[in-house]
């Protein structure tokens, strides 16, 4: 508060001496006026007074002066008891901050020492560069049932003895677990147009921030051998120059995605450019109509906000992510190789780093009433092969035994180069949100891809689709949310190592259904449920990727998911 500035109980808060001699002026400048006033009050009444002598006007001027006269001694006698008690050394302080106070107390005032009440923003201490911090974070309590079948139609699985490891006719595999997943982060923006994020989350996986109730191999029972805390993102960003926000280090995904192509977990290590600018066409706003009162009265027309009839944002945004580092580029000795999985020679192993380079501009266009159509075309594509990625991606085999199968290379990051299209169109209709949305993508080096893979006649198997439709919005207390898509991943098309691992379990050649719905128990909590069914889209082709949930199945036939998820949200 303001020096000089009052409390509702009439005190003073943080009165200096400068301030006091402003208060004992204002106070003499009032009581002065006040007398004037009365003066002017009794004069009036004496001249409108008709049958009032001389004699007594003269003596009510005499006690008006009087009065005035005792009125200004008492104020020189505040004003030398305020400069005395100036003049000695301060009272000791109470214990903790503190503040000056004045109270009256019929007669003078004095000024005292008072303990400063502490609030919770006290309580919280930010050093001088932080601007404004968040605390954020989520903890989803989940039941989780996978399942997958295998290939009915391979001669392997009509094995009247399969081998262990190897799956036989009709065989399933499935896996129910109670999970758990916590994430707690801060972002804040600093002085001078920066600002950071960190967010700590439970697994160290890059897909998946869950952790399986009693899944530990040792320690016993309640043991805490899979309970970790692992860094989810730490990055560091600048806005200081106009619509451009620059980020570096493990970031929230920059680009527009969708689950087809960019498992929602996956927090990106590298750099990233973001471009915006809003333009506006036309207005909207002016006055309402006039409208009419009960008792059929007109009431005059009230102003409406004006907005843009349309908004247009058009973005770029670019990245480099480090996909995978090798170390160390300059090994000692010979070159170490490694050979091709099921086939024959060896290579190389590469000593340079793998880099996923993003290309990604687009607009979204806002109509009144909430109408919005948003697409955002993006490309794909890889520099080099770190240590990790070297061999040719195979994609599994259905000719092969389940073991030899699953040990092919399944991640591999070679012939890709992939078009990504993320489209969405949304509406209100009785203010209940709604909205069509999809995906497309193909790989352009498709060919390339599949004769790498030991399958040269299969190069059309490129493209990936995502359709579906949704309405309702999760957002306050009893809101709701409905959303179902159809999904076809096809073998060649895309980077296994980036897809949902939910649906389809991460693997490619495979299509099917999604359904999703929630609801909000209040503005923090909901629940929600996601029912998965999945099969094999080319008979004559595996279904490559990085199975996660369902590993023992080389080629996946059937596949289902179900999850019922509890979310707290803080």
Same mark, same amino acid.
């Given at each position: 508060?303001a ?79 305020l ?31 008072v303990?400063?009440?502490? *609030? ?23 039941y ?139 207005e ?14 007109n ?54 780093d ?13 109509f ?5 159509f ?8 890889? *520099? ?37 299209m ?33 399958h ?7 493209y ?33 190592n ?7 379990d991460?693997?490619q ?62």
């Open positions: 508060m020096q000089g500035a009052y409390f509702s109980n009439g005190s003073l808060e943080d009165l200096n001496p400068k301030g006091e001699k402003i208060m004992l002026i204002s106070r003499f400048v009032l009581k002065t006026a006040l007398i004037t006033f009365t003066l002017a009050v009794l004069t009036g009444t004496q001249s409108r007074a008709q049958t009032s002598s001389d004699s007594d006007r003269l003596e009510k001027l005499e006690k008006a002066v009087e009065q005035l006269q005792k009125r200004n001694a008492d104020l020189e006698a505040e004003v030398k008891t400069k005395k008690q100036n003049a000695m050394g301060p009272v000791s302080p109470a214990e903790g901050p503190t503040k000056k106070q004045m109270t009256y107390d019929g007669k003078t005032y004095v000024e005292r020492e303990p400063v009440e502490k *609030t919770a923003a006290d309580k919280w201490k930010l050093s001088t560069p932080i601007l404004e911090l968040e605390l954020y974070g989520d903890i989803r309590l989940r989780a049932y996978q399942g997958g079948q295998t290939d009915d139609d391979s001669p392997l699985a009509h094995a009247a003895h399969p081998l262990p490891g190897d799956a036989g006719h009709d065989d399933w595999q499935e896996r129910e677990r109670e999970r758990y997943r916590l994430r707690l982060g801060l972002r804040g923006t600093l002085v001078d147009d920066w600002f950071f994020g960190i967010r700590l989350e439970t697994s160290s996986s890059s897909r998946s921030t869950n952790v399986t109730f009693a899944d530990e191999s040792s320690g016993g029972p309640f043991s805490k051998g899979s309970d970790g805390i692992n860094v989810g993102q730490a990055y560091l960003g600048y806005k200081g120059f106009k619509d451009v926000t620059l980020t570096a280090g493990r970031m929230p995904n920059p680009l527009i995605v969708t689950p087809m192509v960019w498992d929602p977990d996956i927090n990106p290590e590298g750099l990233a450019e973001q471009w915006k600018h809003t333009f506006s066409f036309g909207t706003g002016g006055e309402a109509p006039a409208s009419y009162s009960k008792d059929g009265k009431v005059a027309p009230v102003a409406v906000k004006s907005e843009p009839l349309i908004k247009l944002d058009i973005f770029v945004n670019l990245a480099q992510f480090i996909y995978d580092d090798a170390n160390p580029e300059n090994p000692l000795g010979p070159r170490p190789t490694t050979s091709q999985p099921g086939q024959h020679g060896v290579q190389l192993i590469p000593n340079s793998a880099f996923l380079m993003a290309w990604q501009a687009g607009a979204r266009v806002t009144p009433k909430g109408i919005f948003q697409a955002a075309p993006t490309i794909y594509n890889y *520099t080099g092969n770190g240590d990790s990625f070297n061999i040719h991606y195979q994609g599994g085999d259905p000719t092969l035994t389940n073991a030899t199968s699953l040990a092919q290379n399944q991640i591999g990051i070679n012939s890709l180069l992939v078009f990504d993320p489209m969405e169109l949304g509406w209100k209709l009785w203010n209940l949100p709604m909205h069509v949305f999809g995906d497309f993508s193909t790989n352009f080096e498709g060919d390339d891809r599949a004769k790498a893979a030991g040269p006649g299969f190069g059309n198997q490129r990936a689709f995502q359709a579906g439709a949704g309405v309702g919005q999760l957002k306050k207390k009893n809101d709701w949310q409905i959303d179902a898509y159809y999904q076809l991943s096809e073998q060649y098309a895309l980077d296994p980036l897809v949902d691992d939910d649906i389809f991460s693997r050649n495979m299509e099917g259904v999604v359904v999703k719905a929630g609801y909000a128990l209040s503005d923090a909590v909901s629940i929600n449920f996601t029912y998965n069914y999945g099969w094999r889209h080319d008979d004559a082709l595996g279904t490559g990727g990085t199975p996660i949930a369902i590993t023992g199945i080389s080629v996946l036939d059937q596949y289902q998911l179900f999850f019922a998820d509890l979310n707290i949200k803080f």
